[in-house]
């Protein structure tokens, strides 16, 4: 009788209280809990590992790295390397801003230079895949678009008759910004020339360069 009591009190228990979560099984779901607990512990460490590594990217050569350029007359050409990448396709996008040289030209063929053109800003941008990407490093090489030339209106010209040609610039920055995956920027490398570029490459020594 003793030993039916024990087990009546036993099997009573397990009704309240669930089997041993010993066995894995328990009540109210909290299987499916720790399931998820274990998920998120696996996965929350790559996440911030992706992270870490989209936070460190940046030029390659060490402190003081800066892309070498080179005036090609109405484009810059930016070439560097990159490394701490993710996997993902990159965007990289070159900007430049540049003293303008116009002349203006009338009905006649007369020429004159243009009077004092506005400073512009010219773009170029190239697409990355992923599977150009090497342990995290990528070389690029990209140029900025010429501008609109002869310029409409003539607006450095004594009147809109004559014709604005742009014949040259003189870069005095350059930004280049780089995405991964398109639109997340991922690093931007200001830098600045010391005086304006004129045909050629440019200095090292011209070129001082910061990434944010």
């Known amino acids: 009788m003793r030993a039916r009591s024990d087990w009546k009190v036993r099997s009573r228990m397990?009704?309240?209280t669930g089997p041993s979560p010993l066995t894995g099984v328990t009540k109210g779901g909290c299987l499916m809990q720790r399931v998820r607990l274990v998920s998120l512990a696996v996965v929350?460490?790559?996440l911030m590992a992706f992270q870490a590594a989209a936070g460190s990217v940046h030029l390659k050569g060490g402190a003081?790295?800066?892309p070498s350029f080179r005036d090609l007359g109405l484009q810059l050409r930016g070439t560097g390397?990159?490394?701490?990448l993710g996997?993902?396709?990159v965007v990289i996008t070159?900007?430049?801003q540049a003293n303008v040289t116009s002349t203006c030209t009338n009905q006649g063929g007369n020429e004159s230079p243009g009077q004092n053109p506005a400073p512009i800003t010219v773009t170029g941008s190239q697409a990355f895949p992923a599977s150009a990407i090497k342990n995290g490093n990528l070389a690029f090489s990209l140029t900025t678009n010429a501008p609109q030339t002869p310029i409409p209106g003539a607006p450095d010209c004594p009147n809109a008759?004559?014709?604005e040609e742009i014949t040259d610039l003189a870069f005095t920055s350059a930004t280049i910004t780089v995405q991964q995956p398109s639109p997340n920027v991922?690093?931007?490398v200001v830098c600045t020339f010391a005086v304006p570029t004129a045909n050629g490459g440019v200095p090292r020594g011209d070129v001082v360069c910061s990434e944010q």
Do not use: H, I, K
């Open 64 to 66: 003081g790295a800066a």
């Open 94 to 96: 070159l900007a430049a």
């Open 87 to 89: 996997n993902g396709d």
């Open 44 to 46: 929350l460490p790559l």
């Open 161 to 163: 008759n004559w014709t």
């Open 14 to 16: 397990f009704e309240l």
């Open 186 to 188: 991922v690093l931007t």
């Open 81 to 84: 390397s990159l490394a701490g």
